[in-house]
């Protein structure tokens, strides 16, 4: 009888995580942790880019539209002799209706953006147009090489 009664009784033992699974299920979770804010910071930085390209664009379509305006208020040859000088090697940029001979600085988000325009003649025996291209630069962050965008149009002696 004593027997039977040490069969009937039984030891339970207790389940549990060790140490080993602890610590395999902490390097798991630092390494979903670490992709997750890898993640955000590039997704921040390329949001951050967008929005400097989309001020550049911006920047930009304002000197072509100031070019456009200068054309419109003054005759063409007056406006040819204005931006003839505008050339890749010295770039020119505009002063409300008044062309200047340097590039103009903005501060946006506190990056500066360098904003220029150079003309020439797309149909070289052509002057009754004239292609302004106007280029707006900046650096962004740590990066060593400039950005920048370039936007053209052609403009004609419309009267």
């Known amino acids: 009888m004593i027997i039977k009664s040490f069969k009937n009784k039984r030891i339970k033992h ?3 995580f060790g140490l080993i699974e602890t610590v395999a299920a ?6 979903v942790v670490t992709s ?11 949001t951050q880019q967008s929005q ?8 930009a379509n304002e000197e072509l539209e100031r070019v456009r305006a200068k054309r ?8 040819l002799t204005a931006v003839n000088g505008c050339t890749q090697l010295s ?21 500066d953006f360098r904003r220029s325009f150079v003309a020439s003649y797309p149909i070289p025996s052509d002057t009754n147009v004239v292609r302004i291209g ?6 962004f962050g740590s990066s060593t090489y400039n950005k920048s965008v370039y936007n053209y149009t052609d403009l004609s002696n419309w009267r």
């Open 26 to 31: 902490l390097g798991v979770t630092m390494i």
């Open 36 to 46: 997750m804010v890898s993640m955000s910071l590039y997704a921040l930085r390329s």
């Open 72 to 79: 419109d208020t003054t005759t063409w040859s007056a406006f």
């Open 91 to 111: 770039p020119c940029s505009m002063n409300e209706l008044n062309v200047v001979g340097s590039q103009n600085t903005f501060t946006y988000n506190n990056v």
């Open 14 to 16: 207790k389940n549990g």
């Open 134 to 139: 106007v280029t707006v630069s900046w650096k």
């Open 52 to 59: 400097l390209m989309l001020a550049a664009t911006k920047l």
